[in-house]
């Protein structure tokens, strides 16, 4: 991460009021920076400006003894005159009252002129030392003979006894051999620096304090109103729709707010028709559809939501004509296709379908073996889950009711036709099983009766045959008509025994087709009343869908 990088991340994660409280230091550390340098600069330029007039000084000292040395050259005073009087001259130029004066030293050094001090007259000051321990003129010399330069020092004013920092320029006559210096002390100039210091230093520290009234002032609106627009923004993240940010005006930071109101009405406004198509779709009105007048991505929101509501309306709807027609036992139709994720509805409407045209299969295979008299078909339970198992489970047993119900039937009636009236049907039957069950006893037992009577009027007609056989002749042919009249009797027993074996045929007939209509009529009611369970569970799902869309 470069510094720069580093700077924004942590400028970004402190509070407004931080940030304008740095710019405010930064601004009043700037300014107070800006009076201590300019304070520094005016220092040095006073220094440099003091300098630069010592140098004009010893120059037009150097020209005074050039003048002296012109003269003696020409002849006009020899050399010592010349000199005495270029000394002579030297020392009379002073100013500030003897404060600023020229000194000349040979290279020894020897002083040749110092007219604050003539007790050094032709004496060596090289071990002259200023009051901070620095042997001055070695250096005056030493400047002099490097081309001119200054020294600093601290020296003592005339008529003073503290010393204060000056600085001296030296500069060399070479013809002569002498040193020319000068010096200016800079107490007045630390002075006039210290008093630019400190105008500088007001002048910041106002404008400090200006600078902070105007960034207090500037930043209490910017911090207000970006307060105002956070907390709106944070309302609006939680779903609080009613929130104002109240009055602001025409800067950028009130156009925020202004944008931040309009933002929040317009969620408000589509937070309401969302509701409103919502409350509409809930039953007044399910081809409700929200206005698309929204500007921008609003506006596609909306138009996205009538399209996708729309859509899943008009698959519902087709989904809900199709399963009508299931439930009125057409399932004939496949439903429409959807695409993507939308496929599960047809996915699961096509299963479905699938399972009641398995069931239905199912049920009639096992109705045509009930209607061939087959009850020993059975459904494959295994391929059914739920109800559709317990449908065909139901079915099975009723298969196996019949099955072993007719079964014993069956058993009685052919004992019957064997002659064996003993037979009797035992057991736990119920509904027409039961009532097939004591009528097949009943018979059975009016059959028992019936032989019985015949058999003792058989017997009786007998015994009187032989007695009136024995007793007369002509009873003879009474007898024989008699007898005839028995065969004819007997006849008509067989007879009535033939019609009654034929009647408990047409019985079983009967009742095997009176067993298999209340069967196949008990297996319609219980498919109709799934497959209306089934409709019921899919519109429950159906409604399901429906609130998962809205």
Known sequence: MSPVQAIHRLLSNLPMKRKFLLQTAVVAAGIIALAVVAARMQYLDLNSTRQAGLKAQTEMAMGVIQRYADRAASGELDLATAQAGALETLKAMQATKGVDYFFVTDEQPRMLMHPTRPDLKDQSVADVLSPDGKAIFPAFVRAAQGGGGFVDYAWAKAGEKEPVRKTSYAALYA?????????????????????????????????????LAIGWLIGGTVLDSVGRALAAVKGVSRGDLAVRTGEHGRDEVGQMLKATDEMVHMLERFSRQTRHMIDQHAGPDIGHRMPEDFPGVYGELAAGINTMMFEHLDAIADAVAILGEYANGDLSRDARRL??????????????????LAINAEIRRLADAAAAGDFSARGDRTRYQHDFRAMVDGLNAMMATSDRNLGQLSTLLKAVADGDLTTRMDGDFHGVFARMRDDANATVAQLTSIVSRIQGASSAISTASTEIASGNNDLSRRTEQQAANLEETAASMEELTSTVKQNADHARQANQLAIGAAGVASQGGQVVGQVVTTMADIQA??????DIIS
Not at 197 to 210: D, F, K, P, Q, R
Not at 341 to 352: I, N, P
């Open 175 to 211: 013809p002569w051999g002498w040193v020319v210096g000068t010096g200016v002390y800079m107490d007045d100039t630390q002075a006039q620096a210290l008093q630019f210091t400190g105008i500088m230093t007001l002048a910041g520290g106002v404008l400090v304090l200006l600078n």
């Open 339 to 356: 695409p993507q994720s939308r496929a599960v509805l047809h996915e699961a409407m096509d299963a479905a379908k699938a399972s009641l």
């Open 541 to 546: 799902s159906s409604r399901k869908i429906a």
